[in-house]
């Protein structure tokens, strides 16, 4: 362990010096504390806080990724090429023990750089929305809306289970209903019951039920929070929204109405006497945009939730950070692993083709999502990469997959709560197994190659 | 006959191809060489260049592996962690992190063996006084001349106490007190049963310290022994005498042709140059203890750790 340390030691003595990392905490003070200033919101506090955060970790994150993948790179290829691996290969060590050591190396820095990163943000926001500059409404708006982190309670969805099960029964009594299995045709049948459900037409409703755990709840605000669909969002015009909230005893305790833009998930505020009533909620969604009609659908995971307050924004900031470090520790891996395997500008190559691929994996995921197709472009020249791309596509998806634990950063300007289940997870995955399988290929690559070679042969 | 316990290096059949990038055969760096050194011994690997001396080096180093052959030091393959923990290597260029300083960058290679912050400590301390960087060891490499460089170079190789040292081209960039400072040092480690192979294209430097030679040629090795018995001209002899009385010396010659019937050439020995630069660097510095060379071989005994060396008998390098 001490040589891996040592190693570590001189990877971050190396790069301090050498500047990388003074370019590197310039970038991160830019992305965390001058570019925010520059933006501007939707006109509400929230939506200020809400872009300001969500553009900075953005900007850090990519800045980040490249300045790890670069880092990385080079301090394995300029080694092999600057030829200080000679003497470091030739003393009792392993390319295990190098790799290891150059990658705690390159964690180590982008600890220090999140850190630095999480101050800047969290002293930007708190100074530029210090209390003093905010009305009452707009304190009381940032510290229960986005400056908290709020979990996610999901609907009761027992009865909808028992109507797919009848449903299941249905079909499977029918003569010649047993064409798949049992698991497969409730699956089904709970995707079409959703699907139904989810489609609210103009003048209709839909009720949803949620157990709160009251004690938890007594003290802390609730939120409905809902992601909907409309053809109004196609004209860019807002949509009519109505809401009606209450318990068993009594359904309409509260009423809420709004034009809203249905792209963007929206959330209103319990009142505190349904909050403190009991442990059922129940929550009806009128479609009460009439003039003109229009029919609203709800995303099938995230349609309709109750958030509720469960830790600070500082807290949340912290998982965030660990979500990125997380993310940073892989590519890192992927870095050392191209630098150990090419030579300087193809190992340059190789990266920025990473970092690009990683860059378009919303795009990648959606257009294998929506099964995109090359078969009706306009130029039949090209209609038969159609095959080749799809299969290309999915191999980027099926990659990036891993990575995907990237998304919930996302909840952080929402204030809704990063679990420490999805931080440990995206350990798991990120640092410890893929970054860990990375390393192994990364220290076998650098064993078998030829340190001493020619460069010209 | 060498015993098999006393060898240090043994190499055998060593070939290597390099090859490009479709793997056809493109060129034969070393072809099928032998050679055994012992313990104590200083070998010396000469050649022009493109000879194969530094790809020999490299495989001897696990830099390179070979074609075909076989190397053992200590009977282990030079991969093994053990070759590598009683191996020092001095490259042809120091190739050290610029960016650390010499303190530093002793102490990152020292750490790497199985060794106490304690004499981790001691050993960089000693090596950095030994080499004369005391006073620049926190200096950064970058900002050093080549032969402080060197220097440096030559202390991480010696780092671990070596039991083989490997060095390639060990004087390139010292100044002439320099170079006899390493030359002695080789000597000194010799004595003390270290195994030193030197590849070098500096002939005088290999001819005072080698105890043994190969001389390579395009990949093979064409000329292996010892250094005495190569360069030992049997058909004449030399008679080194104190100076002597003109007419004592003109008797002495007489007598001489009487018996051989051939008066003999009688001349004056004459110092190397290096021999005669080291004595004039070291009296304009005036006096022996503060004479770089005198005072660093004080630290080498110390470093060594075993009595003290003659350094006049380790120089070799006065002819006549």
């Known amino acids: ?457 | 006959m060498m015993k098999q316990t006393d060898l240090t290096v043994e190499v055998e059949g060593l070939t290597k191809v390099f090859r490009d990038f479709w793997m056809r055969p493109r060129i034969v760096a070393v072809d099928g060489i032998s050679f055994k050194i012992a313990r104590g011994e200083v070998f010396g690997l000469l050649g022009p260049n493109g000879s194969g001396k530094s790809t020999t080096l490299k495989m001897l180093l696990g830099l390179l592996y070979p074609t075909g052959g076989r190397i053992s030091i200590l009977g282990r393959p030079p991969q093994d962690g053990y070759a590598r923990a009683i191996t020092g290597y001095m490259p042809e260029e120091s190739y050290l992190y610029k960016y650390l300083t010499a303190r530093e960058t002793l102490m990152f290679y020292a750490s790497l063996f199985n060794t106490t912050a304690a004499q981790r400590t001691e050993r960089v301390e000693q090596l950095l006084e030994m080499m004369g960087l005391q006073h620049s060891a926190d200096r950064r490499v970058g900002e050093f001349s080549k032969g402080m460089t060197r220097k440096v170079a030559l202390a991480q190789a010696l780092i671990n106490d070596p039991e083989l040292l490997i060095l390639d081209e060990p004087t390139s960039g010292l100044d002439p007190v320099a170079c006899r400072q390493v030359k002695d040092l080789v000597i000194t480690l010799a004595k003390r049963g270290k195994t030193i192979i030197l590849a070098s294209h500096l002939l005088a430097d290999v001819e005072d310290i080698c105890s043994k030679i190969a001389i390579l040629y395009d990949g093979r090795v064409h000329v292996e022994g010892t250094v005495s018995e190569m360069l030992q001209d049997h058909k004449h002899l030399s008679i080194t005498l104190d100076s002597v009385e003109p007419a004592v010396l003109e008797s002495v010659l007489a007598d001489i042709k009487r018996h051989t019937g051939r008066r003999p050439e009688v001349r004056h020995p004459a110092y190397t140059l290096e021999d005669f630069f080291v004595d004039v660097v070291a009296r304009a510095r005036n006096t022996e203890a503060t004479l770089p060379a005198g005072g660093q071989h004080g630290t080498i005994a110390s470093f060594l750790s075993h009595g003290t060396e003659d350094r006049a008998s380790g120089s070799q390098g006065r002819r006549q």
């Open chain 1, 1 to 457: 362990m001490r040589k891996i340390l040592a190693i570590a030691g001189l990877t971050i003595r190396n790069s301090i010096r050498s500047r990388i990392f003074t370019p590197s905490v310039v970038l991160v003070l830019l992305a965390t504390s001058a570019f925010p200033l520059i933006l501007i919101g939707d006109g509400t506090i929230q939506g200020h806080v809400r872009v300001m955060i969500d553009y900075s970790i953005r900007v850090l994150t990519y800045s980040l990724v490249a300045s790890t993948v670069w880092t990385a790179v080079r301090t394995s290829t300029a080694e092999i090429e600057e030829r200080q691996m000679w003497l470091l290969i030739t003393k009792p060590v392993t390319t295990t023990d190098i790799w290891f050591g150059k990658w705690l190396g390159v964690l180590a820095m982008n600890a220090c750089l999140l850190f630095v990163a999480g101050t800047a943000l969290l002293a930007t926001v708190k100074l530029r929305f210090r209390p003093s500059k905010l009305t009452a409404q707009e304190l009381h708006v940032l510290s229960t809306e986005i400056l908290v982190a709020r979990s996610t309670i999901e609907p009761d969805c027992s009865e909808l289970q028992e109507e797919a099960r009848q449903l299941t029964e249905a079909i499977l009594s029918r003569p010649g209903g047993r064409t798949s299995s049992r698991e497969a045709t409730l699956a089904s049948a709970q995707s079409e019951i959703e699907k139904k459900r989810n489609r609210v037409a103009p003048g209709d409703s839909r009720e949803w039920r949620f157990h709160v755990d009251k004690t938890s709840s007594a003290d802390r605000s609730l939120f409905v929070s809902f992601n909907i669909s409309s053809p109004r969002q196609l004209e860019m015009k807002p949509l009519t929204v109505e809401w009606h909230a209450g318990t068993q005893q009594n359904r309409l305790l509260q009423s809420y109405r709004d034009d809203i833009f249905p792209s963007e998930r929206n959330s209103f505020l319990l009142s505190s006497s349904i909050s403190r009533a009991g442990k059922d909620i129940l929550v009806e969604y009128v479609n009460a945009q009439t003039n003109p009609p229009s029919t609203v659908l709800f995303h099938d995971k995230t349609g309709v939730s109750i958030l509720q307050n469960t830790a600070s924004f500082e807290s949340n900031l912290v998982r965030a950070m660990m979500i990125i470090f997380c993310q940073l520790a892989l590519f890192a891996a992927l870095g050392l692993t191209i630098g150990s395997l090419f030579s300087m500008p193809v190992a340059v190559f190789v990266s920025f083709a990473v970092i690009l691929i990683f860059m378009l994996g919303g795009f990648i995921s959606m257009t294998v999502a929506e099964n995109n197709s090359l078969s009706y472009h306009p130029f039949p020249s090209i209609r038969w990469l159609d095959p080749f791309v799809r299969a290309e596509f999915r191999i980027f998806n099926a990659i990036l997959a891993p990575v995907r634990h990237w998304g919930i950063t996302a909840n952080l300007p929402r204030g809704e709560v990063i679990p420490w289940s999805e931080v440990a997870t995206a350990f798991a995955i990120q640092v410890v197994a893929l970054s860990g399988l990375t390393g192994i290929v990364g220290a076998w690559l650098l064993k078998k190659r030829e340190l001493g070679a020619p460069c010209e042969v």
